[in-house]
């Protein structure tokens, strides 16, 4: 047996061409009629669909960040803080109280829920005016 007599044992077969005129199917394995089994009308991408709902806002990078701010509660700060400490957005991030979003320190608002008798100072937070005034009438300042 010489190497020009070697034949391989499967043979590649070719792939059927069809739908290009003859007798080599009719359909071409596109299914009977239909958008889909047209030739040369392309459908629509649903992704441009989607784009054509969107309002279209004018102006370059309008978007504004939300400024985030976390509630905590006068029960909250009775139990962490101490007699004459001050309260300010990185102490209680340090406590634990509140959590960075989005890798930065939250604004904080004390709201009024609980009671405190603690002489407490507060900075740099919001306040509401329950809160002012349990604060003033327990000792504490607010900056």
């Known amino acids: 047996m010489q190497i020009n007599e070697l034949k391989a044992k499967h043979y590649s077969k070719r792939k059927k061409r069809v739908g290009r005129g003859g007798k080599k199917g009719t359909y071409s394995g596109r ?12 459908l629509e991408p649903i992704i441009r669909q989607l784009i054509k709902r969107y309002p279209k806002i ?3 990078r309008r978007a504004v960040l939300k400024d985030y701010i976390t509630p905590v509660n006068l029960e909250v700060l009775e139990k962490t803080c101490a007699d004459g400490e001050i309260i300010s ?5 340090k406590k ?10 939250p604004k904080v608002k004390i709201l009024g829920k609980g009671k405190i ?27």
């Open 117 to 143: 008798t603690k002489k407490i100072i507060i900075e740099n937070c919001r306040v509401s005016k329950a809160v002012k005034e349990a604060v003033e009438k327990a000792g504490g300042k607010i900056k």
């Open 31 to 42: 299914g009977i009629k239909g958008q889909k089994q047209r030739s040369g009308r392309k």
């Open 96 to 105: 634990g109280v509140i959590d960075k979003i989005k890798g930065k320190i």
């Open 89 to 93: 957005p990185k102490n209680l991030l």
């Open 58 to 60: 004018r102006g370059y």
